[in-house]
């Protein structure tokens, strides 16, 4: 289990008008020996990046971006739980700052009514079993007008101010993903998964549902049961048999 407490999480915020990806950039100034707990934001991104390889795209000063440096003394193995932990934070974030009702698609999505409104994206680097750094970046859509979303997403996509229909404070949701990580890494640090799951468990809409799970080419049906210590998806296929699925192999959708 993780035993150091990372409580330092925006200590100093490096604010950008424009660069390629929060990622990297918090990428590179951690191989330079950054400091842990460090964010780096910015107004925009000309080469943001989503899970899978996808691009990850939102209008100038329209979206909060963000990465943050991470160098827990933990195993490899816990870097999914970290990012799932990030899901509860942004979830709960969202839920106080707008009173939307987020809830955390499988591993760490985050939808309001069926549309996506934030991604979460973890990279880190490890040398034997402990980690130099983990970089977690997240891009939630804020102030996007509809037409802000590509005609193609508008369907699956959403921001806060169209579920809200009123824009909505970055700075806020800033003050208050810093208070909720503060929170729930320290009950992460002292309980571990149980905590990590009954947290996501309470936030997620994934758990309960007919999931289609695309792995390479084949893709399975199953119920949507549980996660597992090590974030994986645990599904009840057809035959009875229960599954565990790594969000690093497959994506899901629903039934
Ligand atoms: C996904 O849904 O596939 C993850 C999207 C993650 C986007 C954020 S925006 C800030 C940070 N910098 C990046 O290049 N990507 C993440």
Redesign the pocket.
């Given at each position: 289990l993780p035993h150091k407490h990372i409580s330092l999480l925006g200590k100093e915020i490096y604010l950008f008008r424009e660069l390629t990806?929060?990622?990297?950039v918090a990428r590179q100034m951690a191989v330079s020996g950054a400091a842990e707990g460090i964010i780096v934001m910015s107004r925009s991104?000309s080469?943001?990046?989503?899970?899978?390889q996808?691009q990850?795209h939102?209008p100038p000063g329209k979206?909060l971006?963000?990465?943050m440096i991470l160098r827990p003394q933990i195993s490899v193995q816990f870097v999914p739980q970290l990012t799932l932990l990030t899901a509860v934070v942004v979830a709960e974030t969202i839920k106080i700052v707008t009173g939307c009702a987020a809830g955390i698609k499988w591993p760490n999505?985050i939808f309001i009514n069926d549309k996506?409104v934030c991604?979460?994206?973890a990279e880190s680097s490890f040398s034997k079993s402990n980690f130099e750094y983990i970089i977690i970046?997240?891009?939630i859509n804020v102030n996007l007008g509809i037409h802000h979303l590509p005609s193609d997403c508008q369907k699956t996509s959403t921001s806060l101010s169209l579920e809200l229909g009123e824009n909505v404070s970055r700075v806020k949701l800033l003050r208050q993903f810093i208070i909720s990580w503060d929170e729930h890494i320290q009950g992460f640090v002292k309980a571990g998964h149980p905590y990590l799951r009954d947290k996501w468990i309470k936030n997620n809409v994934t758990l309960g549902e007919n999931v289609i799970v695309n792995k390479g080419d084949s893709c399975l049906h199953g119920l949507a049961v549980d996660i597992s210590e090590k974030g994986g998806l645990i599904v009840r296929l057809a035959d009875g048999s229960l599954q565990e699925f790594l969000a690093e192999d497959v994506s899901i959708r629903k039934r």
């Amino acid at each position: 289990l993780p035993h150091k407490h990372i409580s330092l999480l925006g200590k100093e915020i490096y604010l950008f008008r424009e660069l390629t990806s929060t990622n990297s950039v918090a990428r590179q100034m951690a191989v330079s020996g950054a400091a842990e707990g460090i964010i780096v934001m910015s107004r925009s991104q000309s080469a943001g990046r989503g899970r899978m390889q996808r691009q990850w795209h939102c209008p100038p000063g329209k979206g909060l971006l963000l990465s943050m440096i991470l160098r827990p003394q933990i195993s490899v193995q816990f870097v999914p739980q970290l990012t799932l932990l990030t899901a509860v934070v942004v979830a709960e974030t969202i839920k106080i700052v707008t009173g939307c009702a987020a809830g955390i698609k499988w591993p760490n999505d985050i939808f309001i009514n069926d549309k996506k409104v934030c991604g979460i994206l973890a990279e880190s680097s490890f040398s034997k079993s402990n980690f130099e750094y983990i970089i977690i970046g997240l891009g939630i859509n804020v102030n996007l007008g509809i037409h802000h979303l590509p005609s193609d997403c508008q369907k699956t996509s959403t921001s806060l101010s169209l579920e809200l229909g009123e824009n909505v404070s970055r700075v806020k949701l800033l003050r208050q993903f810093i208070i909720s990580w503060d929170e729930h890494i320290q009950g992460f640090v002292k309980a571990g998964h149980p905590y990590l799951r009954d947290k996501w468990i309470k936030n997620n809409v994934t758990l309960g549902e007919n999931v289609i799970v695309n792995k390479g080419d084949s893709c399975l049906h199953g119920l949507a049961v549980d996660i597992s210590e090590k974030g994986g998806l645990i599904v009840r296929l057809a035959d009875g048999s229960l599954q565990e699925f790594l969000a690093e192999d497959v994506s899901i959708r629903k039934r």
